[in-house]
């Protein structure tokens, strides 16, 4: 349905909306706004495809898939089902005690069926091969009504009190000015607006490393786990693998660990990769066999928060607005749902006509900002308990009486409470465990700690 919108052309900028990025948030949020009838423009430094890491969504990306009109493109694309997800450990130690409610063997896995949430509107998610995905989103983005430049890099934003705010690009050494009457950053971990600005704030928790890349022929075996998610446990602290189905016969692995155990030197961080495999062997002598499709990619350094999501003229979305582990998947569902809301203020505010003399200010985005710290703050939340207490995920996860509450989180319904009960009483127990050096826990609980509950 296209809005009246009732748009005061106080400076006629040269569009309305500008956004940096054409990943996800970016190609998201343009095709809300094009749907609304506003206009955008979106400038990608890349041209796709690219590729990207990234690649297991869960089932909250389905509702903005279906509000686009994506889900069949989705289909026809053939990207494979994903039901489920499972952790492993890397052998039977970690959970060998007898604590109530623990299973006998080391796997602990889930099925997004068991919980028909809210958000979740059909019962799997989709493995993407990130190069095809984004721009397949792009190009439906373009379609309905956005302009979109790739090979445009954003260097340069300008806000002042008397004008537009205008966006400087550059591209075969020539430089352009776009004014416009919001500017979005969704350029990703590479923040462009939020360095600019001076907001971003260091994790100081999650520091981890990762590198990846692609094998062909691995064996996924036949069961119904066969295309879930896996997240292998290593012996080497806040470290694990992961395992990603790209197509019938493709597999993405990569290793995430702690930024003190990479080494500086390229040929190492291969070594090492490898040595993580091996110390789960199944997967190693499989992965033996199959064959390496890419050069290993590394990806460093890339927690991180905002001061602010949003401000005068302008406000971030996906990766350019907050970034956390990605354990369970979160990042992609994170960007198209923050570019969703975010497309709910700013749709409103033309709607309702009461821009500030044709300017956007902070106010305007008051739900927005509010909606994405929650979000966010639950997503940071259940990481941060999972890395200090990765057995009590494993219980809860068993636990009749909380299994489908961390269901509901691991499909990314994140959004519709301040502090969802479940981890609240995760929480709980953690901080008992954590007084008490006698409990059968204490000596299970990981070394990431600081101010873990209360990100900035
Ligand atoms: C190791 C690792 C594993 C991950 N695994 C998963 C996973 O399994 N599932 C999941 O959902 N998420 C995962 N993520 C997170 C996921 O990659 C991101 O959350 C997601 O890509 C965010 O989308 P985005 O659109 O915000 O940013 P991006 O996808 O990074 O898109 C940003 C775009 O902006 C463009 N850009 C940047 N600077 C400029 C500029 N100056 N001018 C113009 N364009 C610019 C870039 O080229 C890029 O195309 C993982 C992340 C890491 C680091």
């Known amino acids: 349905m296209k809005l009246n919108l009732k748009i005061m052309n106080i400076n006629n900028p040269q569009f309305e909306v500008g956004i940096i990025g054409g990943g996800?948030?970016?190609?998201?949020?343009?095709?809300?706004?094009?749907?609304?009838?506003?206009?955008c423009v979106v400038f990608e430094r890349e041209i796709f495809p690219r590729p990207h890491v990234g690649e297991s969504l869960v089932p909250a990306t389905n509702r903005v898939f279906k509000e686009l009109n994506f889900l069949e493109t989705?289909?026809?694309?053939?990207?494979?089902?994903?039901?489920?997800?499972?952790?492993?450990a890397y052998n039977n130690k970690i959970y060998s005690h007898n604590f109530e409610g623990m299973p006998p063997d080391y796997a602990v896995d889930i099925r997004f069926d068991e919980q028909k949430t809210s958000e979740s509107i059909s019962n799997y998610t989709y493995h993407v091969d990130r190069g095809k995905f984004d721009q397949m989103l792009l190009e439906h983005a373009e379609k309905l009504g956005a302009t979109v430049y790739q090979g445009v890099r954003v260097t340069n934003i300008q806000f002042s009190e008397n004008e537009n705010p205008k966006i400087f690009t550059s591209?075969?050494?020539?430089?352009?000015?776009?004014?416009?009457?919001?500017?979005?950053?969704?350029?990703?971990?590479?923040?462009?607006?939020?360095?600019?600005?001076?907001?971003?704030?260091?994790?100081?928790?999650f520091n981890q490393f990762a590198i990846h890349t692609w094998f062909e022929g691995f064996d996924r075996g036949e069961t119904e786990q066969k295309d879930y998610t896996f997240i292998h446990f290593l012996p080497i602290s806040n470290s694990w693998i992961w395992q990603i189905p790209i197509s019938e016969t493709v597999t993405s692995f990569g290793v995430v660990t702690q930024k003190e155990h990479f080494s500086k030197k390229?040929?190492?961080?291969?070594?090492?990769?490898?040595?993580?495999?091996?110390?789960?062997?199944?997967?190693?002598?499989?992965?033996?066999?199959?064959?390496?499709?890419?050069?290993?990619?590394?990806?460093?350094?890339y927690s991180y928060g905002m001061k602010q999501f949003c401000g005068d003229g302008w406000i971030l979305v996906g990766d350019a607005a907050r970034f956390v582990d990605p354990i369970f998947s979160s990042g992609v569902s994170v960007a198209l749902?923050?570019?969703?809301?975010?497309?709910?203020?700013?749709?409103?505010?033309?709607?309702?006509?009461?821009?500030?003399?044709?300017?956007?200010?902070?106010?305007?985005?008051?739900?927005?900002?509010?909606?994405?710290?929650?979000?966010?703050?639950?997503?940071?939340?259940?990481?941060?308990?999972?890395?200090?207490?990765?057995?009590?995920?494993?219980?809860?996860?068993?636990?009749?009486?909380?299994?489908?509450d961390v269901?509901?989180?691991?499909?990314?319904?994140?959004?519709?409470?301040?502090?969802?009960?479940?981890?609240?009483?995760?929480?709980?127990?953690?901080?008992?465990?954590?007084q008490n050096p006698n409990h059968l826990l204490h000596k299970l609980l990981g070394n990431l700690t600081a101010n873990a509950f209360n990100p900035s």
């Open 74 to 88: 989705m289909e026809q694309a053939g990207f494979p089902h994903k039901y489920g997800a499972a952790w492993t």
């Open 266 to 301: 390229k040929q190492e961080r291969e070594e090492f990769f490898w040595d993580c495999v091996k110390t789960q062997p199944k997967i190693y002598d499989k992965l033996k066999q199959a064959k390496q499709l890419r050069a290993f990619k590394e990806e460093s350094d």
């Open 337 to 404: 749902n923050s570019a969703r809301f975010a497309s709910h203020d700013i749709i409103r505010a033309f709607q309702e006509g009461n821009l500030d003399q044709g300017k956007f200010r902070r106010k305007h985005f008051e739900q927005y900002e509010s909606i994405l710290k929650r979000g966010t703050k639950n997503w940071y939340e259940f990481i941060s308990l999972y890395y200090r207490l990765n057995v009590l995920f494993t219980r809860f996860v068993f636990d009749p009486r909380h299994r489908l």
């Open 171 to 205: 591209q075969d050494d020539k430089t352009r000015e776009t004014s416009v009457r919001l500017v979005v950053d969704a350029s990703g971990r590479r923040t462009i607006l939020g360095s600019q600005l001076n907001l971003k704030i260091k994790d100081p928790v």
């Open 407 to 434: 269901i509901k989180l691991l499909s990314g319904d994140v959004y519709d409470q301040d502090e969802p009960s479940v981890l609240q009483e995760m929480r709980k127990i953690v901080t008992e465990i954590e």
């Open 24 to 39: 996800p948030a970016g190609s998201t949020l343009a095709s809300y706004l094009s749907q609304a009838n506003i206009s």
